[in-house]
């Protein structure tokens, strides 16, 4: 500190928003102390006494994921909820043959370019559930070296005997995520439905922002996918004096799918109009500034998992090739301020910022990337969207968490202030202000050869 100015240390509410970046292994721990959390805490039985859970997801190791659970919890009843594709189902039914306790349930999906994409658990307790909403594969590659991110409920309370249950969450959480799950029309997951309405969600002070496959027209065209964030958005929920036309909107993803042949056919078309939507009235929609957060080669390169870690970064040549106006949106992975530059992206997160880049008007964390797949495309006039994937994520809205107008950027030095009115900031899990590509730098595409230079093991990159 002796050497860098002295930064204020800003009195910030410690994490009152209960979102998290995963723990990294191999830093060092201060790293790791800055709104942290691992997958054995968040199963820890410091929460209370785990009665069932579901685990919502696309990968998994189910001998990994029973170990992560505490031992007096292993033989417990688990619900595996995966996509309906013929060697997912195959091999975790290979898996999970050895434990009685656990069973399986697929979600539908209508196409082959449809992905269950969606990282959810379900955790019952004695007399409280939790939500657990994240990014990261049930994977244990997933949870060591990379950034993802995850969002905690509270530990909701049943109703009291004499309470009507009813939705009392003021984003309208439980009703929101009881619709996204009755999309899967699954008995076992249905029955976690009827679970969800015993609880006194009141608490719950983020917006569900769930996709379903589909072509949601009519009533259903608002529910789901980039059109559910747009009707928040314009909503007065989504009030801030501050906010202006020209405030950036930012997407970080770890996948890019086709946009189309021109920026304006869906990427600054129908989604940044979605994303740059605010309930004020500017004149004609003015079109935000878009910053996209991706990996070039050398962040991959560099990165704890060296090449490998572009494994998790499935953007195709043939994709890129079909849309290089992508090129100039492009910004690197670059997370000093928190030490996670070398910890490769998978969590995806969205946000609008202040052109100064000091205040957030709003933050999605979410399982989506950037593809029409995940968010929906308009189809026949925009009257109906279409989406392919299941996903799911989370909208935080400063109004909700009481703060006047926005959210804070807070520089990593920060004490915990717990006093209500401090101001809340978000951590954001890449630095701003962000560092454009340089013009070497190409976006990292998982089948091209890079052998030229090693990476950090002393490997090469040679897709099959
Ligand atoms: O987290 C996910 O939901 C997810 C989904 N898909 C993939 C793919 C693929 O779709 O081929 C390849 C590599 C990683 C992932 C991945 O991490």
Known sequence: LSKSPITKTARIQSNPLNMYLTKVKGMDESVNNFCSIGIIEI??????????????????????????????????????????????????????????????????????????????????????L?????????????????????????????FKEDEEPRDKSPTKFQTD???????????????????????????????????????????????????????????????????????????????????????????????????????????????????????CVEDVRNSLEGYKAGGSLPYSDSTHQKQLYLTKFLHRWKSDKKGRTRASPHIKSYFRVSPDMKQIHYAVLTSANLSKAAWGGLEKQSSQLCIRSYELGVLFLPKIFGQQDTFVVSDGLVVDGDGEKDPISFPVPFDLP???????????????????????????????
């Open 177 to 295: 995520l009881i619709l996204y799950l009755r999309s899967y029309k699954s008995k076992a997951v249905d029955h976690w439905c009827e679970l969800l309405k015993k609880y006194d969600m009141s608490e719950a002070k983020v917006f569900i922002i769930g996709s379903t496959p589909g072509r949601h027209t009519g009533a259903d065209l608002h529910k789901f996918g980039h059109m559910k964030l747009r009707k928040i958005l314009s909503s007065n929920h989504a009030t801030c004096e501050n906010v202006q036309a020209n405030w950036p909107v930012i997407g970080q993803f770890s996948s890019i799918g086709s946009l189309g042949a021109k920026s304006e056919a869906w990427l600054q078309g129908e989604f940044l109009q979605s994303l740059g939507t605010t309930p004020k009235r500017f004149t004609a929609f003015t079109k935000p500034p878009l910053k996209l957060v991706f990996p």
């Open 43 to 128: 199963l820890s039985s410091k929460w209370g006494q785990l009665q069932e859970s579901a685990q919502f997801n696309y990968m998994f190791e189910v001998e990994w994921l029973i170990d992560k659970y505490p031992p007096c919890f292993r033989h417990l009843p688990m619900l595996l909820v995966h996509q309906d594709k013929r060697e997912t189902t195959a091999q975790l039914e290979a898996e999970t043959a050895p434990y009685g306790n656990i069973d399986l349930a697929k979600a539908r999906l209508n196409d082959a370019f449809g992905t269950h994409h969606t990282k959810m658990m379900l955790l019952r307790y004695e007399d409280t």
């Open 434 to 464: 962000l560092t454009r590509y340089g013009d070497e730098d190409q976006p990292w595409r998982w089948d091209v050869c890079y052998k030229s230079i090693p990476d950090s093991h002393g490997d090469v990159w040679i897709p099959s």
């Open 130 to 158: 939790r939500v657990v909403i994240h990014t990261a594969n049930l994977i244990e590659q997933d949870w060591r070296e990379k950034t993802q991110g995850v969002w905690l409920s509270p530990l909701f309370p049943l």
